[in-house]
């Protein structure tokens, strides 16, 4: 009997990244969960995803803000931010508040990055390695 895959949550407001997050993800073996907005993230924690992908642009919650909620309901879970501000302090405040992999976080004004390594994701409780075999690294270009 195989272990169940890992459940990655994709939280962006564009239908066509969370797609491209979904086909690059869910061919590698991931279930994905998506959620458009902060109010659908929240409500969708309950399925204990192992990972979390966060846009820090969303329509009805602050990035920022939803990332210290979820660090409020679950502190282990690692979460790798994309973003495609060129606001350098920003992106540290997300680190602050939690966020995971700072080589994700990937600024500019036209690229989006997620990077997904054959490596542990550092020192939380509950540590999710990505294999060799599941390994991603997804750039988008817009």
């Known amino acids: 009997m195989s272990a169940a895959p890992l459940k990655i949550m994709i939280v962006d407001a564009e239908p066509p990244i969370r797609k491209l997050l979904r086909m690059g993800l869910s061919t590698q073996g991931y279930d994905i969960l998506e959620a ?3 109010k659908a993230a929240l409500d969708l924690l309950e399925q204990a995803p192992a990972l979390i992908i966060l846009d820090l642009g969303l329509p009805d919650i602050q990035g920022h803000d939803l990332l210290r909620m979820i660090r409020g309901r679950n502190d ?3 979460i790798v931010v994309l973003s495609s501000r060129g606001d350098e302090a920003g992106k540290v405040q997300a680190l602050d508040l939690g966020a995971d992999d700072p080589s994700a976080i990937h600024g500019g004004s036209h690229s ?3 990077a997904c390594g054959p490596r542990p994701l550092f020192n ?3 540590r ?3 294999n060799q075999s599941r390994a991603c690294d997804l ?3 817009y």
Do not use: Y
Request: net charge positive; charged share 35%.
């Open 128 to 130: 999710i390695t990505v």
């Open 139 to 141: 750039r988008a270009a």
């Open 112 to 114: 989006r990055g997620c």
């Open 124 to 126: 939380r409780e509950r």
């Open 36 to 38: 458009p907005d902060g």
């Open 76 to 78: 282990s879970v690692p």
